[in-house]
């Protein structure tokens, strides 16, 4: 089971937030609930991300254990159009998710997040990001190890980099943890959507019982910890 992670408190320059907790592993889901996007909108969406017509719309890649906790945390921010389960990081095109919980593609679990950063930008995100998540734990969190569960940044432009770095650099220099960062930031490079059961998960099964017992006390900590940025109010 993913254990439920101590309460982080993440002090940067701009933000102060508390950390949530991350437990449980991924139940089985049932084989009504499975199936697979095409491969066709796996190849659109490998690259990652598209604008909306005015061209406002950015994408941003994050990495931090479970995916599914991630996306239902996303989903409720203004400015947030769109969260996507999958995997990025890895050497195997097109990865299944068994594949990728052996831990040998190299793929992490991933959201990638389109947003509009007229209304959010991409630090307030890792706001979100490092209060959801323990960033000093190697390829773990809580009882889910191995590399699919690390915790990663995939920037999409110069920018991006810049503000992860500072980020970064903010966080160590508090000296909130007594362990150091372990997060990494590397370039982006390819997004392969999850199976189609992953995909708000949180949402479609909100008494399951992983979703009952670890993410919507972790959803509700985060709606009171971000309830200015929230969509709904």
Not at 63 to 87: I, T
Not at 91 to 100: C, L, S, T
Not at 226 to 232: C, E, H, I, M, V
Request: glycine share 6%; aromatic share 10%.
């Amino acid at each position: 089971m993913k254990s439920v992670l101590h309460a982080l408190v993440v002090v940067v320059s701009i933000f102060a937030a508390f950390s949530l907790a991350v437990a449980g592993d991924h139940p089985t889901a049932s084989a009504q609930e499975k199936g697979n996007k095409s491969d066709n909108a796996k190849d659109r969406n490998a690259k990652g991300g598209k604008q909306n017509s005015a061209g406002k719309n950015e994408v941003a890649t994050l990495a931090g254990g479970c995916f599914w906790c991630l996306e239902a945390v996303y989903n409720d921010l203004r400015g947030v159009e769109k969260v996507v389960s999958g995997y990025s990081g890895g050497h195997v095109a097109k990865p299944a998710y068994e594949q990728v919980t052996k831990g040998t593609t190299g793929h992490a679990e991933v959201v990638q997040i389109t947003f509009d950063p007229q209304v959010i930008s991409f630090q307030e995100l890792l706001e979100v990001f490092f209060t959801i998540h323990d960033p000093t734990t190697l390829n773990r969190q809580g009882a889910d190890v191995g590399p699919q569960y690390r915790s990663a940044i995939f920037y999409h432009s110069p920018e991006q980099k810049a503000v992860a770095d500072k980020t970064l650099a903010d966080i160590a220099a508090a000296k909130i943890w007594n362990n150091p960062i372990v997060t990494e930031v590397t370039k982006f490079e390819a997004f392969y959507p999850a199976e189609g059961y992953h995909q708000r998960y949180y949402e479609r099964n909100p008494n399951q019982a992983y979703c009952r017992m670890v993410i919507e006390p972790k959803v509700i900590k985060f709606r009171k910890q971000f309830f200015s940025k929230l969509k709904k109010q």
